[in-house]
């Protein structure tokens, strides 16, 4: 079964600093990637997708992600954090099922990112 | 706004009760999921439909039940209420099906079960 990991519950960044939210995937096949946020009270948010070409996908916000295939990593990246985003930050995987049934997003458990003033 | 409304935002019930959460996906979405977030869990797919046909499955309970009618609204059913039922439930949408989609999420129904 297709997974992602976010090895860091927690990331705490200082305000104008870059930041960086991990992910690791381990899919059969090539791999679709997503990163989403969650606001506090609030739904989830897409940022971006990874579904093939540039390694590095710009998204929302100003965040970018970089697909590393032999890393199997697609770390979330902004070069410069701001209070506003503090938030919890979801990567995710597609996953095919089996011959296409039950094709679905995969959610990892989330890295709550603290951006202090 | 994602343009996906949920109702209600709030319900608290008792062990044993059923109760029914609702969703309208974005206009023109076909695509309808349902999420469950808990503290424990994390966020756990449940369950898709598109224009009216269930199309995945998740870890979804027997007690839990759903459904999208024509006019592609969906209704999540929850029966035989227990006290880990209690959590987050979101609502997303797609235009289309499949994995490779982005999902638009709705604010989310907190259920407390008491």
């Known amino acids: 079964a297709q997974s992602v990991a976010q090895p860091e519950d927690q990331v705490n960044v200082a305000e104008g600093n870059p930041l960086t939210v991990k992910c690791t995937y381990s899919v059969s096949g090539n791999p679709y990637l997503f990163w989403y946020v969650q606001y506090p009270n609030r739904g989830l948010q897409f940022l971006l997708k990874?579904?093939?070409?540039?390694?590095l996908v710009k998204g929302s916000y100003g965040f970018e992600a970089e697909f590393n295939k032999s890393q199997t990593s697609f770390h979330l990246k902004k070069p410069s954090a701001l209070v506003s985003d503090s938030a919890l930050y979801f990567c995710?995987?597609?996953?095919?099922?089996?011959?296409?049934?039950?094709?679905?997003?995969?959610f990892g458990k989330g890295t709550r990112l603290h951006i202090l003033p | 706004d994602s343009g996906v409304t949920q109702t209600p935002k709030h319900l608290i019930t008792a062990t044993g009760q059923r109760v029914t959460l609702r969703c309208s996906p974005r206009s023109g979405d076909l695509s309808v999921y349902w999420y469950q977030q808990s503290l424990d869990q994390g966020l756990q797919f449940l369950i898709q439909?598109?224009?009216?046909?269930?199309?995945a499955k998740g870890n979804i309970l027997e007690r839990f039940s759903a459904q999208q009618f024509p006019d592609l609204h969906s209704e999540l059913n929850l029966s035989s209420l227990e006290l880990g039922d209690s959590a987050l439930y979101f609502c997303?949408?797609?235009?289309?099906?499949?994995?490779?989609?982005?999902?638009?999420f709705g604010p989310g129904t907190r259920l407390t079960v008491t």
């Open positions: 990874y579904i093939t070409g540039d390694n």
């Open positions: 997303a949408s797609s235009p289309g099906t499949g994995g490779s989609n982005e999902q638009y």
């Open positions: 995710a995987v597609r996953d095919r099922g089996v011959m296409n049934r039950d094709d679905k997003i995969i």
């Open positions: 439909y598109y224009n009216g046909e269930e199309r």
